[in-house]
C-alpha cells in the first residue's frame, strides 16, 4: 500500500518529520511498530507514546540484536534506522517510512518487515513524503526513484499504471480512481499543502507509465471507431497514432519489435500489411456484392459502389498481363469472379434461354417475349447473327444442341401437332370438338386442318402425320362411339351398368346415358342401338335398381351385425341409413307398397329404432349394476359408452315426469339410484378411491390438472366435514380409504413425500432454488430450515426429516451444488481444472479458485479437502494453470493435429504465449523435467 505523505516542507529535519507524521498517524488507525530509513545523521524521536529504538551504522551485532528485541517487544515502538544498509533481517513491522531512496535490491530489503506482518496486524503500509506548494506537488526524485523501483518489485502497481495509460490514449483522460485506489494522502488543516487526487495520479503517469501504453490505447479506440485496426500510413485525425502505427510496422519487420507488444498488438487485430487488408476489404465488399445480387458480374460503370468496379478492373488487367497473384487469381476464382464481361453477358442469356426451355419444354423463344422482352431480343439477334453468318459455330452448336428454334412458323405448327398429341394421350382418342373451353386454340386449330383437308390444300405430309394421332375428321359419327365406349369401359369398372344421374365422374358419359334414356322413354332410339345396350346390361330405370341395390346392402348388414338396426354414421354403408329411414317415413305416410313391405318385415326390418336402443340400454345398466354393484357409470365407460348419458337422461326424464310408466317401473324394480347428487358422490369416491389404489394415499393435490374436478371434491369433503354436512356412512367410507381432513398436515406430507422421491432419484435432499421444476418443493425445504433455526418444528417432524438425511446447514447445500457441478465436469473431462473463461459456467472456476485460497488460509475442512481430493484438485494455483494450459494444448491437438500453437490464435488466446513461454523456459533450463516430459508426450516440439 503507497501512502505518501502531504505536508512535508523543504528544510524541515526528518526526526521532527517523523514525530509529527506519527502524532497524525496515530490518531487515524492503530499504528505499533515502525520501522524509518533517515538520512546519515543520528537517529532521534521526540515522538510522545512510542518508544524509540535508534539503530546506527556501525552497531555491533550484540548490541544491534537487543535493538531489534526490545524493538519487537514493545508495545509501540519506532525503529530509528539511518541511511546505512541493512545488515540483516528486521522484524515485522506496520509501517515503513524512507526519507532516502535504496537500490532495488535495498528496497526489496526494506520491505521485508512490511511483508512479514502477522495477519492479525493492519496491512503494511510504505509512506513516501510529498513535496508540495500552493496544491502544486513539487519535483521529488526521491518519490519516483522509489516508484520506480517499485514497479519492478509490485507486478499489479506496474499494470494499474499501463491500464492508465491505455485509458488516457484510448479516452483521452483516465479514472484516477484504481491508483487512488491503493494510496491514501494525509489529511492535512493547511489549503496551500493539501493535493488534489488528480493531480497526483497525472503525475504518477508522467514519471512511471510508458507512452507506448497510451498509443496502444489510442489504437484500441481506433479498432472501436472503424471496426479494425488497419491506421492508415497517413491519417490526419491523429497523426501521432499514424507515426507510432507506422513505427511498429516497422520495427516488427526489422525483428527489433517486443514479443509481448506483438502480441498485444495481434491481440486487438493490429494490421501490420496495409495493402493486403486493402485488397481483402475490396475482396470482402464483392462478397457482399455476390450476396446482394447472387453473381460476380460487376459491370465497369457500377453506381453503387464506383470504387468496387474500379477494383475489378484493375484485377481482370493484372490477370491479362500475368500480375495477379496465385493466390489472388484462386481465392477470385472462387467467388466465380466475371474476368471476361460480353461472353459472360451471352451466357447469361444462354442461362435464360435454358431456363425459358426448361419451365416451356421447348425452345421457341419468341421475338417479342411478354415474360423476358430482352431474352426475345437475344434469340432474334441469335436469328440474325445465323441468317448473316456471323454466328460464332461453338454457339452456334451449343444452340442446336439444346433445341433453338430458327423457324417459328414451323415450330408453331409442331406445337399444336405436340398439343394434339398430348390431347390423345390423357383422353385416348383424336377427337376434337370444334368449340373446346378446355382449349379454344386447339379447336380452332383442328377446324383449320379440317377445312384445308375439304379444299385439298393441307400437304400430305400433314395429313398423314394427324392419321398417325387418329385425328378425327367427322365428329358427329364419332360422337356416339366415344360415348359408347365410355359406358363398356363403366361397365368393366364397377361390374354393372348402371350409369347414375347425375354421373359426376364423366361428363360426356352423364351426356350421353341421359340422351339414351330420353330417347329410350320417348320411343326413337333406334332399335339396334337400343338392342347393343341391353345386351351390354344399360339400366333404363335408376330408381327401381337403386331400392334394390339398398336392400342387398341391408341384408349385409344384417349378416354382419345380427339385426336390422341401422343407425348413423354407417362407415360400411354410407347410403343405407338415409334409405332406411326413407322406408320408415314411408310406412308411416302408407306409402310403402305391401310387396317391399313384406319383404323388409321378412329381413327384420327395425320400424322404431328408439324402443330398441331403450331396451338394449337397459339391458347393459343391467349388466353393469351386476358386476359394478353400483349405478354410478363413470363418463369413460366404453360397453358401451352411450350408456353414460343414457342414465342421466333417464334421471331428467323422471325429474320432468316424462318417463313412461312401463320404463320407469323396470328402472325402479331394478333398484335404479335416481338422486344425481348423490351418484355424483358415488362418482367421485369411485374416483378417489382409483387414486388411493394408485398411489396408496388420498392427498390429491389442491389443483391437480390431471382431474381438476377430483381435487375440487376432496376439498369440498373437508369443508363439508368442519360444518358437519357429512353423514356418518359417507365419513366410514372416506376414512376407510386413509382420508385426511388437516389440509396444513396434508400439504405437509405431500412436500415430505415429494421430498422421499427427491432424495430417492438424486441421493440426497438437496433440492436448490435454481431447479425450476421443482420450485415448490424447494421453496418448502427452506421452510423447514428456517422453521428449525427458529425453534418452531415439531419434533416429530425434525426426527422425520433426520430419518431421511435432510441437510439443515444452507451454506452446505450452495457448497455442494457447486461441488456437483464440479463432479459433472470432472466426469465428463476426466480432471477438475475448470478453465477460467469456460462459458457453460463461469462461476465454478472463480468457486474452485475460492476453495483454493479457503485450503491455504487453513478455512476449509477435513469433508470438504478429502473431497476435493477425490476429484484430484490441484490446490497449487500455479500448477492449475498449468494443468489448464496442457489440456487446451490436448484439445489443439486434437482439433489441428500438431503443437504448433500461433500467438494471435483468437480459438485459444492464453495458449500460444504460455507454449511460447514453455519453450523458452526449457532452453533457461528452469522448466521441470515432468512438464516437460508431460509436453512431450503431447507432440511439442521445442524447436
Known amino acids: 500500500m503507497l501512502l505518501p505523505l502531504s505536508g512535508h516542507r523543504a528544510g524541515e529535519q526528518p526526526h521532527s518529520l517523523l514525530s509529527t507524521l506519527i502524532a497524525s498517524m496515530a490518531g487515524r488507525e492503530e499504528i505499533r511498530h515502525i520501522h524509518a530509513y533517515l538520512p546519515g545523521e543520528p537517529p532521534q524521536s521526540d515522538l510522545s507514546g512510542f518508544e524509540p529504538f535508534p539503530l546506527a551504522c556501525g552497531t555491533k551485532p550484540t548490541e544491534r540484536d537487543r535493538i531489534l528485541t526490545a524493538f519487537q517487544r514493545a508495545r509501540r515502538a519506532v525503529l530509528l534506522q539511518s541511511g546505512c544498509e541493512n545488515n540483516g533481517h528486521l522484524p515485522a513491522a506496520d509501517l515503513l517510512l524512507l526519507l532516502t531512496a535504496p537500490p532495488l535490491t535495498g528496497l526489496a530489503a526494506a520491505l521485508d518487515p512490511l511483508l512479514a506482518a502477522a495477519p492479525a496486524t493492519m496491512p503494511g503500509l510504505l509512506l513516501l513524503p510529498l513535496l508540495v506548494k500552493e496544491g502544486q506537488l513539487l519535483d521529488n526524485p526521491l518519490l519516483w526513484e522509489v516508484l520506480r523501483n517499485l514497479q519492478v518489485l509490485d507486478p499489479t502497481l506496474h499494470n494499474e499504471i499501463r491500464a492508465a495509460m491505455e485509458q488516457l490514449g484510448r479516452e483521452g483522460q483516465c479514472d484516477p480512481e484504481p491508483l487512488l485506489a491503493r494510496i491514501r494522502l494525509l489529511a492535512t488543516d493547511d489549503p496551500q499543502l493539501a493535493l488534489p487526487g488528480d493531480i497526483l495520479v497525472a503525475a504518477l503517469l508522467k514519471h512511471l507509465g510508458d507512452p507506448w501504453d497510451q498509443r496502444f490505447g489510442a489504437l484500441q479506440h481506433f479498432c472501436q471507431q472503424h471496426g479494425h485496426g488497419a491506421v492508415p500510413t497517413l491519417w490526419p485525425e491523429d497523426p501521432m497514432l499514424a507515426e507510432w502505427a507506422n513505427r511498429q510496422r516497422l520495427a516488427r519487420s526489422r525483428g527489433t519489435l517486443d514479443l509481448v507488444q506483438t502480441s498485444r498488438l495481434e491481440a486487438i487485430g493490429f494490421v501490420w500489411d496495409l495493402e493486403a487488408f486493402a485488397w481483402d476489404q475490396a475482396c470482402q465488399g464483392l462478397e457482399r456484392f455476390i450476396a446482394r445480387h447472387g453473381h460476380a458480374k460487376v459491370p465497369e460503370n457500377h453506381p453503387e459502389d464506383p470504387a468496387l468496379a474500379e477494383w475489378c478492373l484493375k484485377q481482370r488487367h493484372l490477370r491479362k498481363k500475368e500480375k495477379l497473384s496465385p493466390e489472388r487469381n484462386a481465392r477470385l476464382e472462387a467467388l466465380r469472379f466475371v474476368w471476361d464481361l460480353e461472353e459472360a453477358a451471352w451466357e447469361e442469356s444462354f442461362q435464360l434461354f435454358l431456363r425459358f426451355k426448361g419451365l416451356r419444354g421447348h425452345g421457341k423463344i419468341p421475338s417479342h417475349c411478354p415474360e423476358d422482352p430482352l431474352l426475345g431480343k437475344w434469340a432474334e439477334k441469335q436469328r440474325k447473327e445465323l441468317e448473316q453468318k456471323k454466328l460464332p459455330a461453338a454457339r452456334q452448336a451449343r444452340l442446336d444442341a439444346e433445341g433453338f428454334v430458327w423457324d417459328l412458323a414451323a415450330a408453331a405448327w409442331d406445337e399444336m401437332l405436340e398439343v394434339l398429341r398430348q390431347h390423345r394421350l390423357t383422353l385416348g382418342h383424336g377427337k376434337v370438338p370444334k368449340e373446346w ?457 486434437e482439433r489441428h493435429g500438431h503443437c504448433d500453437v500461433p500467438l494471435e490464435s483468437k480459438e485459444f488466446p492464453r495458449l500460444g504465449l504460455w507454449v511460447q513461454f514453455q519453450r523458452q523456459a526449457r532452453k533457461d533450463g528452469t522448466l521441470d523435467a515432468c512438464r516437460a516430459q508431460r509436453l512431450e508426450e503431447i507432440g511439442v516440439g521445442w524447436r
Open 437 to 893: 373451353p378446355e382449349n379454344p386454340t386447339l379447336a380452332i386449330w383442328a377446324e383449320e386442318q379440317r377445312r384445308l383437308r375439304d379444299k385439298g390444300t393441307l400437304s400430305p405430309d400433314r395429313v398423314a402425320r394427324l392419321e398417325a394421332l387418329d385425328f378425327v375428321w367427322d365428329l358427329k359419327k364419332a360422337r356416339w362411339e366415344e360415348g359408347w365406349q365410355a359406358f363398356l369401359q363403366f361397365v368393366a369398372r364397377v361390374g354393372h351398368g348402371k350409369v347414375p344421374d347425375p354421373h359426376p365422374e364423366s361428363a360426356l358419359l352423364d351426356q350421353w346415358s341421359r340422351e339414351m334414356r330420353r330417347s329410350w322413354r320417348l320411343g326413337q332410339l333406334d332399335p339396334k342401338l337400343q338392342a347393343r345396350l341391353d345386351e351390354a346390361g344399360f339400366v333404363w330405370d335408376l330408381e327401381q335398381a337403386a331400392w334394390e341395390e339398398r336392400f342387398v346392402e341391408l341384408a349385409d348388414f344384417c349378416l354382419q351385425h345380427g339385426h336390422a338396426g341401422v343407425v348413423e354414421p354407417c362407415p360400411e354403408f354410407p347410403l343405407l341409413p338415409a334409405w332406411v329411414q326413407a322406408q320408415r317415413r314411408a310406412w308411416l305416410k302408407g306409402a310403402l307398397s305391401p310387396a317391399l313391405q313384406a319383404r323388409l318385415d321378412g329381413a327384420g326390418f327395425i320400424w322404431d329404432p328408439a324402443e330398441k336402443l331403450w331396451n338394449d340400454l337397459f339391458a347393459a345398466l343391467t349388466r353393469f349394476y351386476h358386476t359394478q354393484g353400483h349405478f354410478n357409470v363413470p363418463r369413460e365407460w366404453h360397453d358401451p359408452p352411450e350408456l353414460y348419458g343414457w342414465v342421466k337422461a333417464q334421471r331428467l326424464a323422471r325429474e320432468k315426469e316424462k318417463l313412461d310408466e312401463e320404463k320407469l317401473a323396470r328402472l325402479v324394480a331394478l333398484g335404479f339410484l335416481w338422486d344425481p347428487r348423490e351418484a355424483a358422490w358415488e362418482e367421485m369416491l369411485l374416483a378417489l378411491t382409483r387414486f388411493q389404489q394408485t398411489r396408496n394415499h388420498c392427498l390429491v393435490p389442491a389443483q391437480w390438472a390431471q382431474d381438476p374436478a377430483l381435487a375440487r371434491w376432496v376439498d369440498q369433503q373437508r369443508r363439508d366435514y368442519r360444518i358437519k354436512l357429512l353423514k356418518p356412512d359417507q365419513i366410514q367410507r372416506l376414512e376407510s380409504l386413509g382420508f385426511v381432513w388437516d389440509s396444513k398436515a396434508i400439504f405437509w406430507e405431500e412436500m415430505f413425500a415429494a421430498l422421499t422421491e427427491y432424495r430417492e432419484q438424486h441421493g440426497d435432499c438437496l433440492v436448490s432454488e435454481s431447479q425450476t421444476e421443482q420450485s415448490q418443493l424447494a421453496w418448502w425445504v427452506a421452510a423447514q430450515r428456517k422453521a428449525h433455526l427458529a425453534g418452531q418444528l415439531e419434533p416429530e417432524r425434525v426426527q422425520r426429516l433426520n430419518a431421511i438425511g435432510f441437510v439443515w446447514d444452507a451454506q452446505e447445500v450452495i457448497w455442494m451444488e457447486s461441488f456437483r457441478a464440479l463432479e459433472a465436469f470432472h466426469n465428463r473431462f476426466g480432471h477438475a481444472v475448470v478453465p477460467a473463461d469456460w462459458p457453460e459456467n463461469p462461476r465454478l472456476a472463480t468457486w474452485v479458485t475460492t476453495q483454493r485460497t479457503a485450503r491455504l488460509k487453513g478455512h476449509l475442512g477435513e469433508k470438504r479437502t478429502a473431497l476435493l481430493d477425490t476429484l484430484g484438485m490441484i490446490w497449487d494455483a500455479k500448477e492449475a494453470v498449468a494443468e489448464e494450459m496442457i489440456q487446451l494444448l490436448r484439445t489443439f491437438k
